[in-house]
């Protein structure tokens, strides 16, 4: 501490009698650390001072507890405010202990203003708060995490949003807050939609399958994960009767090297082009494979029959001119 230290710290004591304050300290071993001191002026009968009392404490280890419990706090709120997700805590009565900043998004009150308070209390729709305090309370009573889906009327309209709770316990095990995540997820169902529409109205085929490879690693079979109409309508074959079933099962006179063909796709991730002629339904197809993921591929194919058909047939006429003009 400097003279300027000193001369406030003497000039306090000299009108108030008393001081109390901070200041830093030097260890033997040379470690500076805080100290809290309290000066008291001691007074005779005559309430003059005749001398002064001081109290020190050693405040390091509940500075540094103080210090780190704020850098927690700054860590903490850094890791939320960096989250997609509205993060909530709420107690047993689905009063909101915590809300992150970015409630913004799907309400128009400020996270402050739901602290201590029920959705209920806020003002939300009858049926949105009954729904929320059943599962809340149902998460408190259990013990168990929850998720379901619902659509919020936000500040930019509706929105889904993908809802999780989570238990917190104290040291004894006892569920003594819920923690809510909340992620808007409209994107990725209308993405989902969008990928189901065009999955049922293409016009081409579609098969989605998994490769099946024996001991020693090799292809041996497929299994059929999913198929659209479009498949139903060129193979004749139902996806309630070939999913989940192997090709062998479906098909068992299914040549091996069109196992082996499509077994290299999902195992090394390139893609094949070809033309395929299945005898088991007497068709020609035009085939794209390709992997989506690890030991699976899909066909995209469409029916050539007529064209192959076509060929065959211009190639017989070609054949008889020629042997005419012979």
Same mark, same amino acid.
């Given at each position: 501490? /400097? ?110 203003? @739901? ?68 992620? /808007? ?35 041996? /079979? ?18 309630? /009767? ?31 082009? @070809? ?21 699976? @591929? ?29």
């Amino acid at each position: 501490q /400097d003279e300027t230290f000193y001369r406030d710290l003497w000039a306090t004591l000299t009108i108030t009698g008393r001081w109390r304050g901070e200041l830093w300290n030097r260890r033997k071993d040379g470690e500076v650390y805080p100290e809290w001191l309290t000066i008291s002026a001691v007074k005779d009968e005559q309430g003059r001072t005749t001398n002064y009392v001081g109290v020190f404490s050693d405040v390091g280890d509940s500075k540094r507890a103080h210090d780190a419990l704020l850098e927690s706090e700054e860590t903490h709120r850094a890791l939320v405010e960096g989250l997609p997700d509205i993060v909530m805590r709420f107690d047993r009565d689905g009063r909101h202990l915590f809300v992150s900043e970015n409630v913004r998004a799907v309400a128009d009150f400020a996270a402050a203003q @739901f602290i201590g308070k029920t959705h209920r209390e806020l003002g939300f729709p009858e049926a949105q708060c009954r729904s929320r305090e059943e599962a809340i309370r149902g998460v408190f009573d259990s013990g168990a995490p929850f998720e379901t889906e619902h659509t919020l009327d936000g500040t930019r309209g509706p929105a889904i949003h993908n809802w999780r709770l989570v238990p917190e316990r104290d040291a004894r095990g006892m569920v003594r807050s819920v923690l809510s995540l909340s992620r /808007d997820i409209t994107a990725q169902r209308r993405a989902q939609e969008d990928y189901r529409t065009l999955f049922r109205e293409m016009l081409n085929g579609f098969a989605l399958h998994e490769i099946i490879c024996d001991e020693v690693g090799l292809p041996a /079979d497929y299994r059929f994960l999913a198929v659209n109409p479009a498949f139903e309508r060129m193979t004749g074959l139902q996806a309630e /009767d070939v999913v989940g079933r192997t090709a062998l099962d479906v098909m068992p006179d299914t040549e091996r090297r069109w196992i082996e063909t499509y077994g290299g796709v999902a195992l090394t991730g390139e893609p094949a082009f @070809f033309e395929n002629y299945a005898p088991a339904l007497n068709k020609h197809f035009e085939v794209t494979a390709f992997r989506p993921a690890p030991n699976q @591929f899909a066909c995209i194919f469409a029916d050539i029959s007529e064209r192959k058909q076509a060929e065959a047939e211009i190639d017989r006429l070609y054949t008889e001119l020629e042997r005419r003009v012979v």
